[in-house]
């Protein structure tokens, strides 16, 4: 099992819609949770970090579930620049703060 | 401003060479990370360095070589070994000491011809 896992998508939703991603994780000892935001070719830029009690930016709320161990973020009235690919990063315990990855899920906001 | 810069922008190797990716920052962080991103994927760990003079192997270190020789630099070998070198290569920095944001550089597209 993959420490870090995502449904890769793509998604296509029109302008507008709300949209959910999740994430799934495989320790549960693992302490710090990511949102990554992906524009192609590009480097990933830090969404938001996930706090236990959840947490909200703007049109942007992301979730943590520690008992079933995965990490959602919903965006709320979609638009078209929020096109890219959503990484999820999860530092595992004694892993000396690297992050681990997952594969991204691909969204596309059509008009 | 500070940042990471990756130099080149864009790579091409030749079968059997080893090419260097370049990584400065002048954030003043200890720890740096090389990370590979293939199409569709993720990014994988290659290595690490916490501190200058150390380094470590991360999940995919065959075929790659690094050194730490100054705390703002931190360059990354793709050498001959490596078998399947065409990706999209990523270093970043870390800053443990005021938050837990992972600072990227611009990345560098290496290719085979």
């Known amino acids: 099992r993959k420490e870090v896992e995502q449904d890769p998508g793509p998604f296509n939703v029109p302008e507008g819609a709300t949209v959910a991603f999740n994430c799934t994780y495989s320790?549960?000892?693992?302490?710090?949770f990511f949102w990554y935001r992906q524009d192609c070719r590009k480097e990933p830029k830090l969404l938001m970090s996930?706090?236990?009690s959840g947490n909200e930016d703007g049109r942007f709320t992301a979730q943590l579930n520690r008992a079933s161990q995965y990490i959602s973020l919903l965006i709320r009235d979609s638009k078209l620049s929020d096109s890219a690919t959503y990484l999820c990063?999860?530092?595992?315990?004694?892993?000396?703060?690297?992050?681990?990855f997952g594969s991204g899920t691909q969204l596309t906001v059509l008009p | 401003d500070g940042g990471i810069t990756q130099s080149p922008k864009y790579l091409f190797r030749k079968e059997g060479q080893n090419v260097t990716l370049s990584c400065e920052q002048n954030?003043?962080?200890?720890?740096m990370y090389w990370y590979r991103q293939d199409p569709g994927q993720g990014l994988r760990l290659i290595y690490y360095?916490?501190?200058?003079?150390?380094?470590q192997k991360g999940d995919i270190a065959e075929g790659y070589s690094v050194s730490r020789e100054k705390k703002e630099s931190f360059p990354l070998t793709v050498t001959s070994a490596q078998k399947n070198p065409t990706a999209f290569y990523l270093c970043?920095?870390?800053?443990?000491?005021?938050?837990?944001?992972?600072?990227f550089g611009s990345g560098t597209q290496l290719s085979v011809l």
């Open positions: 320790n549960s000892a693992s302490q710090s």
């Open positions: 970043a920095s870390y800053d443990g000491a005021t938050n837990e944001k992972l600072f």
């Open positions: 360095s916490q501190i200058v003079n150390d380094f």
């Open positions: 990063a999860v530092i595992p315990p004694g892993s000396a703060r690297q992050l681990t």
């Open positions: 996930v706090y236990s």
């Open positions: 954030l003043n962080h200890d720890a």
